[in-house]
């Protein structure tokens, strides 16, 4: 069964500085989708990012980039220039190719932004 | 901006009681997921429907959950009897049937069972 790790509980980030948010991945297969979802105080689920795995540019998305190592089964997120509204718990997750496509979703990081 | 909407948001009932959360899923989409949230368990999927024909329910206590699809405007998510250990946010999610196409996920629903 595929299986999603965060192993950052908690991290935090002074205003306008850069943080990383870390994830890895456990799967056999060779192509499938990984997102970054955020989720602020109000719990709605935001989506952020989303990567390709045949893909070997990593993905972009104004102040949020990814770092893809498809061997290692890593998929981190980089927030840079942090903003107080980054403030939020952000969840890693993949979704199975085929069949159910369903998203298995990481534990979460939560984001604290410092002013 | 197309929304999934859930109803309602909150809801707080006794033990032994039904509960139905509603989800209207985006025009067009043809994937619904029900998934739960707790802090001990985070995100868990509950079910899940494809062109209204449930193809998951794995995740589901099949002896007090149920989830249907009575047409392609709303999936429902009943408990009964409801316990104290339901209590959760309950969130729906929708999308395209394809595997690049991110889901997209209502507001949840706050269920507290006292």
């Known amino acids: 069964a595929q299986t999603v790790t965060q192993s950052q509980p908690e991290m935090s980030v002074q205003e306008a500085e850069t943080v990383t948010l870390s994830c890895t991945y456990d799967t056999s297969e060779s192509d499938y989708y990984l997102f970054w979802y955020k989720q602020p105080p109000s719990r709605q689920m935001i989506l952020v990012i989303r990567q390709e795995a045949y893909k070997q540019q990593n993905a972009t998305e104004n102040r949020f980039s990814v770092n893809f190592q498809k061997a290692a089964k890593s998929f981190s997120l980089k927030i840079s220039d942090s903003q107080l509204g980054d403030a939020a718990m952000y969840f890693c997750a993949y979704r199975t190719p085929g069949g159910a496509q369903k998203l298995v979703f990481g534990q979460g990081t939560r984001l604290t932004i410092n002013p | 901006d197309a929304r999934v909407t859930q109803t309602p948001r909150h809801k707080v009932t006794e033990m032994g009681q039904e509960v139905t959360m509603r989800c209207q899923p985006i025009?067009?989409?043809?994937?619904v997921f029900w998934y739960r949230q707790t802090m001990m368990q985070g995100l868990e999927l509950l079910a899940y429907?494809?062109?209204?024909?449930?193809?998951?329910d794995s995740g589901m206590p099949k002896d007090r959950f149920s989830a249907e699809m009575p047409d392609a405007t709303l999936a429902t998510l009943k408990i009964q009897p409801s316990e104290p250990r339901d209590s959760a946010v309950y969130f729906c999610?929708?999308?395209?049937?394809?595997?690049?196409?991110?889901?997209?996920f209502g507001n949840g629903t706050r269920l507290t069972v006292t």
């Open positions: 999610a929708s999308g395209l049937g394809a595997t690049r196409s991110p889901l997209h």
């Open positions: 429907f494809r062109n209204r024909a449930p193809l998951d």
């Open positions: 025009l067009g989409h043809n994937t």
